[in-house]
């Protein structure tokens, strides 16, 4: 079974148009290890 976790990072990962905290990037990092992960927006390129 193929696994995937998608994220729109607005109000999930961070604050709207800010970056990841030190906490949810660790803990992002760590799901990595475990599955496969999508990050979906409808923001402009560099907001990523």
């Known amino acids: 079974m193929k696994k ?3 994220f729109d990072p607005d109000e ?7 970056s990841l905290d ?3 990037s660790a803990l ?3 799901l990595l290890g475990i599955v496969k992960v999508a990050v ?5 390129w560099p907001q990523f």
């Open 12 to 18: 999930t990962l961070a604050r709207s148009k800010s």
């Open 40 to 44: 979906i927006s409808g923001g402009d």
């Open 28 to 30: 992002l990092c760590n």
């Open 4 to 6: 995937l976790i998608v």
């Open 22 to 24: 030190d906490e949810m």
